[in-house]
Structure formats: structure tokens, C-alpha cells
């Protein structure tokens, strides 16, 4: 989603802006633009609607890259407010065009602020709800005659809804402010430098030096020096500087023609990464969860809530907890937690999972959680994120940078915590002994597997490839595998625009199977476990409505060969293993569909990859 670089310093601006809307760009976007403070005192401001790259040849064109002063800020749009063309894109400007602003988040109360300065005679241009925030701090400006600071600060207190803001003013050349609201926003600093960030990644290649603006906060960076101030005050507060150890390599795709196809490959590291460390002899050792664990190992209900793929991850928790720890576990999407009557209270355990850490929603949650007074759990990707420091306490999946869109190698890894997770609560509870916990960490054996079924890829593709023209799929599943139908479907809708859907599959019965006919593919995932034989029965129901049957399986039976009308045999494993073997063969099934159709699987259209607005 939208995404912010600001640079004030002595260097030209845009090759640190256009390097940072670069690592920006996976989040996804539809548009970017930068503006510059020049040499001679002017906003040189340059938008385009595409991808970065459309940008920098534009800027090329215009050959205006010398003429830079050391100020600038730039921004990726994904639309929320108008169409994602080069007007609505970001950087605005008052209508004196004197002052420039980038935004992530939306302004509610755009609409009655837009009348009012309508009233005052202000001409908007765009469409877009940040238009109106810039024209506001312009009014205060021009019209009240307040200084740039409180100018900035007069309109922020006006508005409502979420924002992380950076503005420049050509009035007030060597001044930036940074401010944000539930958006979050990073300041990083280096001697006479300062970078600011819609997160980390488009600073961490300039310097360590980090601050996280807290909510309400705002940076004023005024020549060599800054200072931070909430925004009701004007009242320095301390600068609180962290040094981060997180480095994001150079985006390489190595030999892979995109990224979720090498975060697919990646798995082998990823899951092994994850656990590494956190097993020896004497059990599971989750560092992150120490301080927690005496009241999380009491705990007589966990709440789960997550976004997306996460989300499916929280499922895939709830039956590992329930299983291992017999405790009940409620698992809700976070956009429906924050609002909802749940039941959270000071004895609750809230494990909030996040890859990207910034989910608008999943935060809300995590402060309702917090205000409930409950004990806060991130399961998240990435350090230093807002998920990773608003939470009590947490365990980080260490997959690394995923850039790809559609989330693979972090669902794997997030299982992999859970599972963990769900295995230490139950030896806690002693419901579990040492040697069947150890018996389920049989991992090194698990990662061999995980080689095998990457080594199917060619048969998968094959299989993939047959089906590709297909214009809905069904994806079936039970207990711990109808979470993954639900991945596998969400997978194939994300990256091929194809429909689909993950239904549990005796549940199927009651609406779905109407949809069957001879050209429905539907895919199953059938382990030998306790629900063999009931799956077979369903795989029947949808063969006599002559539907295409794909079966992902770890059986040899006959009688699934004779059903399927292919199939994809994974090795023998565990149930938390199947169920990670099982998600690769469809992350796979999905990414060579989507390649057929020659989309861009890492920046599929319309989505984002943090989802920074609720
Ligand atoms: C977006 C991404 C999904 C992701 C979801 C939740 O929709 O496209 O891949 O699962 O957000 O994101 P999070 O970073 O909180 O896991």
C-alpha cells in the first residue's frame, strides 16, 4: 500500500528517493511521484500513474535531477480517494503551490474541510482526501499567517481518521516535518541526514539510527537539527534513537523470474530458520515469550486475530493449541475484532499474527487488546515493525524480506511458531511429555520433505497447466487442512484473478456443490488421518456431478488414484508437516497457473502488500 521517503541533507535528493520508492514498491502501489526543493528556490514536483521505473523516465526526460537542494519527498499511491491516475497522485500542493505534502492513510472528515475551504475560495485539483489536508495547512499559512510549524500543527488537529504525513515548504526551505496518526512513520538519522520512512525498508541502506515516531508525534527537522513534539504541543520530547541490526539484502531474484517463486523455493531455509535455536534437549525455547509465559501457560482462552493469509495461519493455531494444549482458542479477523463485543479482558492471551507487522486493523486490534489489558503476543516478520513493539511480547518468524505480494514463505514460517507455540503450552500444561514433543521435532527430517515435494515442481506445473483456463475452482479440506483450502483458494484468486473458493469439505454439500459441473476443478486435500474415509465420500459426491477431481495426498490407496483425476502424492509425514507440504504444492499450483496467464505474481493487481489503511 502507499508508501513514503523523505530525504533532507546535503546530497541530490533523487537517487536516494528513487532507490527508496524502489524497495518501497513491494508493499504495491498504482502510482508514484516525488517533489524536490531546487537550487533556485522552486518545487520541482514530477508524478506519473505506473511503476516506479515510469517515473524515473519521466525524471530522466526532464533532465531536472541536478537542479536538486538537498530536500525531497517522494510516495507510491495505492488508491483509496480517486482514480489511480497522475492528478490524484502523490505529492499535493496548496493552492499556492509554496507548500508540498506525501501521505499514507485516509482523512475522514476530508469532505466538510473541502467545503470549508471551498468557502475560502480554494481550488482543489484532485480527488484525493490528501489534497484537502495540504490545502489546510496552506489556509493556515497564507490565510491565518501562522508560521510553517504551526501551520502544520493547526490543520492536524483538525483532522480526523489516520495519517503519517512528511511536507516540505519552499517558504521554510530548511525545514521538514514528519507527523503521523495510526500510520506509522520512521525517522532515521545520520550526522547532517535525516531519512524518513513509511518503514524501514527504504532507510535501513543510509543508516542504523532509528526512531519510530509514536502515535501523535511529529519530527521537525529544521537545518542540522530536529526535534520531537506531539502534535497538540509544542513541547520538545525526548529522542528516543535506536540502533537496528535488520539488514534487507539487495532484491535479487537470483535464478528465479520472480520473487514468490524464489520465496517459495526459500522455504527450506525459512522453516528451518524459524525453528532453529528454539529446540534442544529440554524442550521449545521461545526467548521472546519468557517474561509472559508463567500467565500465558494459564491462560484459560487465547484469542487469535490476523489479516489474509495470516488469518488462515490463526486457524491453522487454533487447531494445534486446541489439540496440544486443550485450550479453547477464538480466532477473528482483526478488521471485525477491533469493532466486534469480544470478550477480551486482563486474563486474556492475544496473539495477533502480522508478516509485514504495519496491518492497520491487526493494530487496532492489538490496542484494543492492550487497553483490555490483556497479554499481547506478536507473531510477525518483521523487528522493529509497530506489530513487533505494540505487542507485549512476541516470536519472530525469521523468513526474511518477503517481497512477493501473495504471502508464501511467511505462512509457513507463522505455522511453524504456532506449532512450537501449541507444543511447548501443552508440555507446560503437562499435557504432553518430553519425548512426544521431541518426537514432533523431528524438523531436520521435515525440511528433507519439504525438498521433495519442491522436487515435484515440474509434475505440479504440468497438472497446473492442464487447468489453467478453468473460470472457478473449488478447494476441499477437514480439521487442520480446510485453513489450507482456504490458502490454496486465496493463493489462485490473488495471483491468477481466477475465482475460487475453500469450503471444509463435507460442508461443501450445503451451497458449493451446486456450482459443480464438468468443467469445475476441484482440489482436495486428503491425508490418512482420522477423516480418511469421510473425504472419500465427498471426492465421490463431486465425481458423480462429473467435477475434475485434483487430489494432494499422502496415501498410495488405490482408491484415490481411481477417483483423482490427478494427483500429487506428498511423503508420509506428521500432521503439522503435511499441512506445510501440503500449502507448497498449491502456492506452486497457483504461481504456475498465474505465470501462464503472463501475470506479474509479485505485484498482482489491486492488492498490496501491507494493507496500511483499515
Ligand atoms: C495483504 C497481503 C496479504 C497478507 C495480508 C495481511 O492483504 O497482500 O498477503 O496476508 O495483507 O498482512 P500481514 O502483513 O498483516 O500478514
Sequence with gaps: MCGIVAYKGYKNCYPILLNGLHRLEYRGYDSAGVACLTKHGKLSITKKSGKVKHLEQLLKNKDIIQDCRGSGIAHTRWATHGKPNQINSHPHKDQSGDIVLVHNGIIENY???????????????????????????????????????????????????????????????????????????????KDKEFFVGSDISPIVKHTQNIIYLEDAQMAIIDGNDYKITSIDKDVSLPKKVEKIDYKIDDYDKGKFKFFMHKEIHE????????????????????????????????????????????????????????????????????????????????????????????????????????????????????????????????????????????????????ITVLYLLALKLGRSRNLLTKNSVKAHLDYKNAIKKVKLVLRKELDIKKIALKYKNASDFLYLGRGLNFPVALEGALKLKEISYIHAEGYPAAEMKHGPIALVDEDMPNVFIVPKDKTYDKIISNIEEIKSRKG??????????????????????????????????????????????AVSKKINVDQPRNLAKSVTVE
Design 111 to 189: 469532505d466538510p474541510i473541502k467545503k470549508f475551504l471551498q468557502s475560502k475560495k480554494v481550488k482543489f485539483k484532485s480527488e484525493t482526501d490528501t489534497e484537502v489536508l495540504v490545502q489546510l495547512i496552506g489556509y493556515f499559512f497564507q490565510n491565518v499567517k501562522l508560521d510553517f510549524q504551526q501551520s502544520v500543527r493547526a490543520a492536524l488537529q483538525r483532522v480526523d481518521g489516520a495519517y503519517g504525513i512528511v511536507v516540505l515548504n519552499k517558504k521554510s526551505p530548511d525545514m521538514m516535518i514528519a507527523a503521523r496518526k495510526g500510520s506509522p512513520l520512521v525517522l532515521g538519522i
Design 548 to 593: 475434475k477431481i485434483i487430489i494432494i495426498t499422502d496415501s498410495r490407496d488405490k482408491i484415490l488414484k481411481n477417483l483423482a483425476n490427478d494427483l500429487i502424492l506428498i511423503p508420509k509425514t506428521n500432521h503439522y508437516m503435511f499441512v506445510v507440504l501440503a500449502t507448497i504444492v498449491l502456492q506452486l499450483f497457483a504461481y504456475y497457473i
Design 267 to 414: 522455504q527450506i531455509e525459512t522453516i528451518n530458520n524459524t525453528i532453529k535455536g528454539r529446540v534442544n534437549k529440554d524442550g521449545i525455547l521461545l526467548q521472546g515469550l519468557f517474561k509472559y509465559w508463567p500467565a500465558i501457560k494459564r491462560a484459560d482462552k487465547i484469542f487469535i486475530t490476523a489479516c489474509g493469509t495470516s488469518w488462515h495461519a490463526g486457524l491453522i493455531g487454533k487447531n494445534l493449541i486446541e489439540r496440544f494444549a486443550e485450550v479453547p482458542v477464538h480466532v477473528e479477523y482483526a478488521s471485525e475484532f477491533r469493532y466486534n463485543k469480544t470478550l477480551v479482558d486482563n486474563n486474556s492471551v492475544v496473539i495477533a499474527i502480522s508478516q509485514s507487522g504495519e496491518t492497520a486493523d491487526t493494530l487496532a486490534a492489538i490496542h484494543k487488546a492492550n487497553e483490555a489489558g490483556a497479554i499481547t503476543v506478536g507473531i510477525c516478520n518483521v523487528p522493529g515493525s509497530s506489530v513487533s513493539r505494540e505487542t507485549n511480547c512476541g516470536v519472530f518468524t525469521r523468513c526474511g524480506h518477503e517481497v512477493g505480494v501473495a504471502s508464501t514463505k511467511a505462512f509457513t514460517a507463522q
